[in-house]
């Protein structure tokens, strides 16, 4: 007993003394608000970071300095700001850190989303920038997104007509998810009629978007990360290793076709199996062609 106190006290004396350097070092950062010992300005973000932020940006400026526990943080609040940064410099903040939720994705580091800029991110990029977000591409799902707009519409009327609440969040978070498993696998996600997995993969994303939205204990203090105390990581594998379950089935089920020399789908899909066997497997396989489908999946991704 003896030992876990003094193990504790002493694990408690080094977290003070490292807030403590942080808190004396000087750095050429921009002004901010004094955070507290350990925590830093946790606090002052509460649980409505946009408003606080906000307020905080008419003391301290377009660029201010936040402590989010041993993360420092830049924060840009103008659009100016935002310019220079994303724009002017972008290639010096290209590099971000990953959330620990993140980590429970196993190949989480081979994501275009996370990957350091060099030689494997550029050729992901180009990818994207060519067979995914092409205005050739774009210009052929024209007539899907309008159907799928079109359905959305007449859905809401039916509910008007019928004097029904809908849910707004909730109807344009399927039609935009229906919209892209469409445009990406054409209907080789729906089964059969008793396990549809688009509506299975609704869910999994929605629970995905859930945690990963979840404040992490884990992100803010480092040392805490073996420990997983909110048990985030191990609730998102548990999603990340289904929904990749869920996309390998369909790609398996492509290869399948292709070999058999049946009808071509031309969705997305297709398109990304004829680009890896254009390439050699270092530099783009069907890993990459599964992280490049969840990425696109997930509505909160773009985001990102």
Same mark, same amino acid.
Request: glycine residues 4%; proline residues 5%.
């Given at each position: 007993?003896?030992?876990?106190?003094?193990?504790?006290?002493?694990?408690?004396?080094?977290?003070?003394?490292?807030?403590?350097?942080?808190?004396?070092?000087?750095?050429?950062?921009?002004?901010?608000?004094?955070?507290?010992?350990?925590?830093?300005?946790?606090?002052?973000?509460?649980?409505?970071?946009?408003?606080?932020?906000?307020?905080?940006?008419?003391?301290?400026?377009?660029?201010?300095?936040?402590?989010?526990?041993?993360?420092?943080?830049?924060?840009? !609040?103008?659009?100016?700001?935002?310019?220079?940064?994303?724009?002017?410099?972008?290639?010096?903040?290209?590099?971000?850190?990953?959330?620990?939720?993140?980590?429970?994705? %196993?190949?989480?580091?081979?994501?275009?989303?996370?990957?350091?800029?060099?030689? %494997?991110?550029?050729?992901?990029?180009?990818?994207?920038?060519?067979?995914?977000? !092409?205005?050739?591409?774009?210009?052929?799902?024209?007539?899907?997104?309008?159907?799928?707009?079109?359905?959305?519409?007449?859905?809401?009327?039916?509910?008007?007509?019928?004097?029904?609440?809908?849910?707004?969040?909730?109807?344009?978070?399927?039609?935009?998810?229906?919209?892209?498993?469409?445009?990406?696998?054409?209907?080789?996600?729906?089964?059969?009629?008793?396990?549809?997995?688009?509506?299975?993969?609704?869910?999994?994303?929605?629970?995905?978007?859930?945690?990963?939205?979840?404040?992490?204990?884990?992100?803010?203090?480092?040392?805490?990360?073996?420990?997983?105390?909110?048990?985030?990581?191990?609730?998102?594998?548990?999603?990340?290793?289904?929904?990749?379950?869920?996309?390998?089935?369909?790609?398996?089920?492509?290869?399948?076709?292709?070999?058999?020399?049946?009808?071509?789908?031309?969705?997305?899909?297709?398109?990304?199996?004829?680009?890896?066997?254009?390439?050699?497997?270092?530099?783009?396989?069907?890993?990459?062609?599964?992280?490049?489908?969840?990425?696109?999946?997930?509505?909160?991704?773009?985001?990102?």
């Amino acid at each position: 007993m003896e030992f876990y106190a003094y193990l504790f006290f002493s694990l408690l004396l080094l977290i003070c003394i490292r807030a403590l350097l942080q808190l004396t070092k000087k750095k050429k950062l921009p002004p901010g608000p004094t955070g507290l010992p350990i925590i830093g300005n946790l606090l002052a973000i509460g649980d409505r970071p946009h408003h606080s932020l906000t307020k905080l940006a008419k003391t301290y400026g377009p660029l201010m300095t936040i402590r989010l526990g041993f993360n420092t943080t830049i924060v840009a !609040s103008s659009a100016e700001m935002a310019r220079e940064i994303l724009l002017k410099k972008d290639r010096a903040f290209s590099g971000r850190p990953v959330p620990d939720a993140i980590t429970a994705e %196993k190949n989480y580091h081979m994501s275009i989303l996370w990957l350091q800029c060099g030689p %494997k991110w550029r050729s992901l990029r180009k990818v994207c920038n060519t067979k995914i977000f !092409s205005s050739q591409r774009l210009d052929a799902q024209k007539d899907l997104r309008c159907q799928m707009m079109d359905e959305m519409v007449k859905r809401v009327m039916v509910a008007s007509e019928a004097g029904e609440a809908i849910g707004i969040r909730s109807l344009v978070f399927q039609t935009a998810l229906s919209l892209l498993t469409k445009s990406m696998f054409s209907d080789d996600m729906i089964v059969d009629e008793k396990s549809n997995a688009v509506e299975e993969l609704e869910v999994l994303i929605e629970r995905i978007m859930e945690l990963e939205a979840t404040p992490n204990l884990s992100d803010h203090f480092p040392f805490l990360k073996p420990f997983d105390l909110q048990h985030i990581r191990r609730k998102m594998k548990v999603s990340y290793d289904r929904v990749h379950e869920l996309i390998d089935q369909v790609i398996d089920q492509r290869l399948n076709r292709r070999a058999s020399q049946l009808p071509r789908s031309n969705d997305l899909l297709d398109t990304l199996l004829d680009h890896c066997d254009e390439h050699a497997a270092e530099e783009f396989n069907h890993d990459d062609i599964s992280l490049l489908l969840f990425v696109s999946s997930s509505p909160l991704h773009f985001r990102s």
